[in-house]
Structures are given as C-alpha cells and as structure tokens.
C-alpha cells in the first residue's frame, strides 16, 4: 500500500525547537506528554529520518514549516537527496505584517513550495482575520494550498474558535478556487464541519493526530462514502507515530477507499488544478 503523510515535521534541530522539551513554547508544551513524544523529540540525521519514514509504511510526506527561518531551512531541504521523499508547506505569521508575508510568498514559489500553513491557535488570530486575506487571495491566484489548522486544541491561552467550521466556510466562499485542507478534520466540532466540507469541493479533510477509534460514527461514514476523495491520511509526527497510525486507520477504511484515504486523494490535492 502507498501511503503520502500530509502533516509531518521533520526531526532536525531547527524543526523540534519549538517542541525542545526543556523549553517549548507555550502552544505546544501541552501536546508532549499528551502524545508521549519524548523519545521522538530529538534531532536525527535526515538519513535516518527518511530510513524511518520508509520502514514503517510511509513513501512521502507534506512537510508543514512554521516561519521564514523553517522556510529557508526546508528550501536547503528541498534542494538536498531526498527530496523526492517530501512536499513542502511554508510557513508565515499575521505579526510580519501583509507585505513580508507576501515577499516571502514570493520567494517560496520560485523555491517549488505546495503551499502554505495556517495556524491561528498558535498566533491567536482568527482564521478570517483580513491581515490572511491577502494571503488566500495570493494562494488562490497562484494555486498554493491553504493548510489550516482546524480542529480542537491544546493551547488554553487561546480560544478554541480561532478557525471554527464557520469560519472556514467563509474563506471557501470568498474563495472559491482555493484549495483547503483541514489539518486534523475539524475534530471537536462535530457534525459541522462535515457538513461545511461536503458543500464546499476546494475543502480537504486531513485526519493527523486522530485515532480512529475515538472518532464517531458519522465521521468514519463520511470518509468512507460521501467524503472519501477528499479525506488524507496524516500523522502529524512526531505527535504520533507514522507505522501505529497507518495500522489503526487500515483497519477503519474499507478496503476500496484505503487508496484513496492513504495516498491518492493527498497526490491530487497535490498535483491537480483547483477545482
């Protein structure tokens, strides 16, 4: 079975500095032992990351950076020998500013970047917020994918709604030519994001950090049936493991959607023009 990963973070210095268990930020401090990701939060060679990678299931991975430091990070990455293992996701920040931001757009689509990362829980700004605006409209202009992040968090300085489903359906409908992926599939908010993802075909559903078995009913329906070519299979390692993850969800996909979920739906989200 071919698997693409679409929320992984790699484990060199720079990328688990946010993550330094001794010293992580505020944001994602609660996830390290919440996840029990200690042992994964130490930097190892790219060798040996992608030796990993490969050995428990994983053929390539949608790498998520978080700041124009990452950006240029990844960009060495990118331009290094295993390339043809990743897909790299830029990062920004509302606190560049509008023209930064854009500048730096500009640069990582010269570099062959697939997209960009949306993280209002981190930043605390809502994901309609008019300073992102100019930045969706420079996604959808340029056909980049816009990656946010959606879902319940852990950030309890933060609200919970910064990129609630309504708000996300505000941004499809402004944009309607955008490609949307939901990192972590609106869990928490129920039966509504389905919903804004079945109205809305430029919506994603990525399924990283989620355990199945946790999940309802309706939502394993929906990838299963009416929400099959547009749910992906990711991880968000290291918050979870890549092999563990792939055996719980084989056993929750019907075996004529596991193609789709664990690799077709993420190489034409990818690879095709929006819709």
Partial sequence: MRVIDFRIRLRTELMLKPWNPDDPMPCYEPYID??????????????????NMLRQGVNQGVVCGGSSEE??????????KHKDKFYFVAGINPEYGISRNIEELHRITGDGFIGVNFVPYVWGVEANNKVLYPIYSYCEEHKLIAVIHGSLHYNRTQSMW??????????????????????????????????????????YLEYSSLWPKYLTDV?????????????????????????????????????????????????????????
Avoid at 36 to 48: A, C, F, K, V, Y
Avoid at 232 to 254: H, M, R
């Fill in 162 to 203: 910064l990129a609630e489903p309504k708000l996300i359906d505000e941004i499809a409908i402004h944009f309607p030519k955008l490609k949307i992926v939901v990192s972590h599939a609106f869990n928490g908010f129920g039966g509504l994001g389905l919903a804004v993802a079945q109205r809305h075909p430029n919506i």
């Fill in 219 to 275: 939502t394993l329906h929906s990838i299963n049936t009416y929400l099959k070519k547009r749910s992906l299979f990711g991880t968000s390692y290291p918050s979870v493991d890549f092999y563990p993850a792939i055996d719980a969800w084989s056993e929750a996909i019907k075996p004529d959607v596991q193609e789709l979920f664990f690799y077709q739906n993420a190489l034409d989200c990818i690879l095709n023009d929006p819709v």
């Fill in 71 to 80: 950006n240029r990070h990844l960009t060495d990455i990118k331009n290094g």
């Fill in 34 to 51: 919440l996840y029990n990701m200690r042992e994964r939060l130490t930097s190892i060679p790219m060798d040996d990351f992608v030796d």
